[in-house]
């Protein structure tokens, strides 16, 4: 069984910061992808960022040049760095990976429970 617990989620000014993090922990083969995605209330889910094992990154254009994804591969570990906080950014905020279980040749995608991240004076 494979597991993504965040932390991180709070309430925050405009212009603050916050940091989120994730770790996944189980039976754990190896990570391919891990990313962050949001959910706004009315709105679908979107992709926040996303780096792969070897560190290459993408973002949303929202979020270009303000928030900054990055992963420890021998923790299992992904954070997202948010600087310069607007209203819009408010959304529950899911863990992605993309896993590979031991003893198993297939990969699969797994979902934390989400964290809130409030931006609002």
């Known amino acids: 069984q494979v597991q993504l617990v965040e932390s991180g989620g709070d309430l925050v000014q405009p212009g603050g910061s916050l940091r989120l993090s994730c770790a996944a922990s189980?039976?754990?083969?190896?990570?391919?992808?891990m990313g962050w995605y949001r959910q706004a209330p009315g709105k679908q889910r979107e992709l926040v960022a996303r780096?792969?094992?070897?560190?290459?990154?993408i973002y949303a254009d929202s979020v270009k040049g303000r928030f900054t994804i990055s992963r420890d591969n021998a923790k299992n570990t992904v954070s997202l760095q948010m600087n310069r906080l607007k209203p819009e950014d408010t959304a529950v905020y899911y863990c992605?990976?993309?896993?590979?279980?031991?003893?198993?040749?297939?990969?699969?995608?797994?979902w934390g429970q989400g964290t809130q991240v409030t931006v609002s004076s």
């Open positions: 780096i792969t094992s070897s560190g290459n990154t």
């Open positions: 189980g039976h754990i083969a190896s990570i391919n992808l």
């Open positions: 992605n990976a993309n896993i590979r279980q031991l003893y198993s040749p297939s990969k699969s995608d797994y």
